[in-house]
Nanobody
Framework: QVQLVESGGGLVQPGGSLRLSCAAS????????MRWYRQAPGKERELVAL????????NYANTVKGRFTISRDNAKNTVYLQMNSLQPEDTAVYYC???????????WGQGTQVTVSS
């Protein structure tokens, strides 16, 4: 079955950095557009960043543009989210999402907690 496993979350001070990873299995990774979402307490889940199947196209929420970088390694079936200049408002559970090109099903990971606090 399809599994998406996020890792790399934790507690970091404002201005710090974290790198999230999402390892995928049970799917043809290179055929899936990958996305990172986040959900803060009491808020709706929001799209943070997405990356095309080849990694050639990326898109970011305005709130993270210039601070976060999404990338992928199709040989390792892994997508990454490099987060720099973290702020308390970045505190959320971060989720990995995969949708096959032309497909309808969306797969989700279990999420990883990111807490930005001094």
């Amino acid at each position: 079955q399809v599994q998406l496993v996020e890792s790399g979350g934790g507690l970091v001070q404002p201005g710090g950095s974290l790198r999230l990873s999402c390892a995928a299995s049970g799917l043809t990774f290179s055929m899936h557009v990958m996305r990172w979402y986040r959900q803060a307490p009491g808020k709706e889940r929001e799209l943070v960043a997405l990356i095309s199947t080849t990694g050639g196209d990326t898109n970011y929420a305005n709130t993270v543009k210039g601070r976060f970088t999404i990338s992928r390694d199709n040989a390792k079936n892994t997508v990454y989210l490099q987060m720099n200049s973290l702020q308390p408002e970045d505190t959320a559970v971060y989720y990995c999402n995969a949708v096959r090109v032309g497909g309808l099903n969306a797969y989700w990971g279990q999420g990883t907690q990111v807490t930005v606090s001094s």
